[in-house]
């Protein structure tokens, strides 16, 4: 690198790292910037990994994205991966309950329920849990502007204890894998927030919300979600391949980071030291914390929470598995006696997945509080997951494979009070630290787009601060 240029290291080469470090090298084409991506580990990506074997498309982490956030997309097509991309297929989801799938009533919206009638209809609740829910159409709205409370608190004012246990927790416990009970509403869903002040009831507001939706869709209903046909990992790989080979340090672990007059002196795992006018960090926040512990209050970032879970692929031949279901997949509740959190049926969701005459079953476990099940063997954990599907499934013989892959201490919870304690950190940091930047799934939101949106913004900062 040459001294006159302004030097930006970007720490962490996960989704956040990634989208950063394209910005910023397509922001060098017009700018004097050099910059460096700096991962710990042998290969970028974080908790994006596909396995692909015996032609099978296995994800290790996340399966996909919303693809109603479309600056993923716009990545995509950036890097010429656009005519990748898979739309997931439709299906009814299900609840499992007492050993039985119900099916999530139709018309509910992260199971807030839009239309009376699938949701009367529901075995899933008792007469007494509708009749609770309906009463969010006269209670009035009970939050003030600003003011963060629990997404359960919230929604069992709004719609009772049982459409909260039986379908909202299990589906947004599916995103977050938290405890509804602490996870902050302003954080994670303030949308609902919003629509509750403004129309006096959750389901009115969504119903509402929903309506204009349905205006601007026309023709067959479409999948939420998008993935790549090689799999998420081969986005990873296309960004990477586009990126400076020369910027890119792996295996290279950031082990102090000192303010020096207005640049930042970084010392790394190999006793290597390099300086930098801009310094942004996508680490976790317990990492990030570490790394700034000289300069600013980090007992939030260390404090911080995140749940440990693992996925479990099993690939069988078609005739060894009967699911005596019509669907994609199906949550759980929380406190239910299962293990399992959420299956899908992968080859049913996503049919690139698997090969033709073939079933790929894709089990997610650890909740939050008893999380000692990812911590067992592979054999263990297995044997467990199968224990829990012989209840709705017929499993004939024993999987051609499985994959089991640990995250541990990989969900970031935003509890109660997160964007005020961030912004208090950010507030704290300025001062102190100028030039360092902090982004990623710890801070801002969890999924893809809302990293690549992270990381994004941040190199907008640096372009700010340099012009």
């Known amino acids: 690198m040459t001294t006159n240029n302004h030097r930006v290291a970007v720490i962490g080469g996960g989704m956040t790292g990634l989208a950063a470090a394209w910005a910023l090298q397509k922001a060098r084409k017009q700018m004097p910037i050099e910059y460096e991506l700096i991962e710990a580990s042998a290969q970028l990506g974080g908790k994006i990994q596909t396995d692909v074997t015996e032609g099978f498309v296995i994800e290790r982490g996340p399966d996909s994205y919303l693809a109603r956030k479309e600056s993923m997309t716009r990545l995509a097509r950036e890097v010429g991966l656009e005519g990748e991309l898979v739309r997931n297929d439709t299906g009814q989801a299900y609840i499992l309950k007492d050993d039985q799938l119900y099916p999530i009533p139709g018309g509910a919206i992260m199971g807030i329920p839009t239309e009376i009638g699938p949701f009367i209809r529901s075995r899933l609740f008792s007469s007494i849990g509708k009749l609770r829910a309906a009463q969010d159409l006269v209670i009035p709205s009970f939050t003030h502007e600003n003011e963060d409370v629990s997404l359960g608190y919230f929604f069992r004012k709004r719609l009772g204890d049982e459409v909260v246990d039986q379908l909202i927790e299990p589906l947004l416990s599916g995103i977050y894998a938290g405890d509804l009970d602490t996870l902050s509403l302003q954080a994670t869903f303030p949308q609902f927030q919003q629509l509750e002040a403004k129309y006096g009831s959750l389901i009115r507001g969504i119903k509402a919300s929903k309506g204009k939706q349905s205006q601007s869709q026309v023709g067959k209903k479409q999948g ?57 960090l996508t680490t976790p926040p317990y990492v990030t914390g570490r790394l700034l512990e000289p300069y600013v209050d980090v007992d939030y970032m260390r404090e911080m929470k995140a749940t440990t879970v693992a996925t479990v692929a099993m690939a069988f031949k078609s005739e060894d598995l009967h699911i005596p279901y019509e669907g994609t997949g199906f949550v759980v509740p929380r406190k239910s006696r299962y293990e399992i959190t959420a299956c899908t049926w992968t080859h049913k969701k996503w049919r690139h997945t698997t090969p033709e005459g073939h079933a790929l079953v894709r089990c997610y476990v650890g909740k939050p509080g008893s999380e000692s099940i990812v911590h067992e063997t592979d054999e263990a954990i297995v044997e467990q997951v199968q224990k829990d599907l012989d209840q709705i499934m017929t499993v004939k013989r024993e999987p051609l494979f499985y994959k089991v892959t640990r995250w541990k201490k990989a969900m970031p919870q935003y509890e109660v009070g997160h964007r005020y304690k961030l912004e208090k950190v950010r507030q704290e940091l300025k001062k102190a630290m100028p030039g360092i930047i902090l982004a990623g799934a710890g801070f801002d939101g969890i999924g893809l787009p809302d990293c690549i949106d992270q990381g994004e913004a941040a190199v907008a900062t640096v372009l700010e601060e340099i012009l």
């Open 224 to 280: 939420m979600f998008l993935t790549f046909r090689r799999g998420l990992q081969s986005f990873i790989e296309t960004i990477e391949q586009h990126l400076d080979e020369k910027a890119i340090r792996k295996k290279t672990e950031v082990r102090f980071c000192e303010r020096e007059g207005k640049r930042y002196r970084l010392t790394f795992n190999d006793g290597t030291v390099q300086t930098y006018d801009h310094v942004i």
